[in-house]
């Protein structure tokens, strides 16, 4: 079970906002984060905790291990305004998904 | 590179069954052959999170949700790069869109992990 804090938050464009996920169990760094924009299907921003995909910008990082992860954008840009979704891959399913943070704009 | 498609009814009365499919194609389509990827299904009520439903690998190898495992079926065919998913017995809990998507497998493990390409989803409604 993934515990995802907070469900939701207000920001201004250049803010640095982080987002915390809290695994139920230690899953080493089996954790990937999530995008979702309106009407979008999700796309993958980190994965095994602190993997940058491919093509999403450097503004973005994830870090943590075990128990605990953040989710960080450094520098929050009009198009980061969207839904975070932390994920843990780790053994057995079902594989959860946390509650989901919605950024907003403050 | 990849594109994923699914299709569904939009509309299923309550104790029937769902059936979706997910579509295969581009440059990348012969990946659902690869020994490198699960394929699988996500759904998200309205409103609501993420929640995993099934996976599958080439071979057919299947992983599901617990809470859904008595009324799920996921399939594979490689032949035609489609995948597909049915549930049975559908309630108005069942309302939701469902995304299909492609799981990459970590490296010296052979569980799904994380989903680097999705359809666009297709909203399946329950109702009489």
């Known amino acids: 079970h993934m515990t995802q804090s907070p469900s939701s938050l207000s920001a201004s464009v250049g803010d640095r906002v982080t987002i915390t996920c809290r695994s139920s169990?230690?899953?080493?760094?089996?954790v990937n984060w999530y995008q979702q924009k309106p009407g979008k299907a999700p796309k993958l921003l980190i994965y095994?905790?602190?993997k940058l995909e491919s093509g999403v910008p450097s503004r973005f990082s994830g870090s943590g291990s075990e128990i605990d992860f953040t989710l960080t954008i450094s520098s929050l840009q009009l198009e980061d305004f969207a839904t975070y979704y932390c994920?843990?891959?780790?053994?057995?399913?079902?594989?959860?998904f946390g509650q989901g943070t919605r950024v907003e704009l403050k | 590179q990849l594109q994923l498609q699914e299709a569904g009814p939009g509309l299923v009365r309550p104790s029937e069954t769902l059936s979706l499919i997910c579509a295969v194609s581009?440059?990348?389509?012969?990946?659902?052959?690869?020994?490198?990827?699960?394929w699988g299904w996500i759904r998200q009520s309205p409103g609501q999170g993420l929640e995993w439903i099934a996976n599958?690998?080439?071979?057919?190898?299947?992983y599901y949700n617990p809470s859904l495992r008595s009324r799920l079926t996921i399939s594979i065919d490689t032949s035609k790069r489609q995948f597909s998913l049915t549930l049975t017995s559908v309630t108005a809990a069942d309302t939701a869109m469902y995304y299909c998507?492609?799981?990459?497998?970590?490296?010296?493990?052979?569980?799904?992990?994380?989903?680097?390409?999705w359809g666009q989803g297709t909203l399946v409604t329950v109702s009489s």
């Open positions: 998507g492609r799981h990459r497998i970590t490296e010296g493990r052979n569980y799904p992990g994380e989903i680097d390409y």
């Open positions: 581009g440059v990348s389509a012969d990946s659902i052959r690869s020994s490198s990827y699960y």
């Open positions: 599958i690998y080439h071979n057919g190898y299947t």
């Open positions: 169990q230690a899953i080493t760094t089996f």
């Open positions: 095994a905790a602190s």
């Open positions: 994920q843990q891959s780790y053994s057995t399913p079902p594989w959860t």
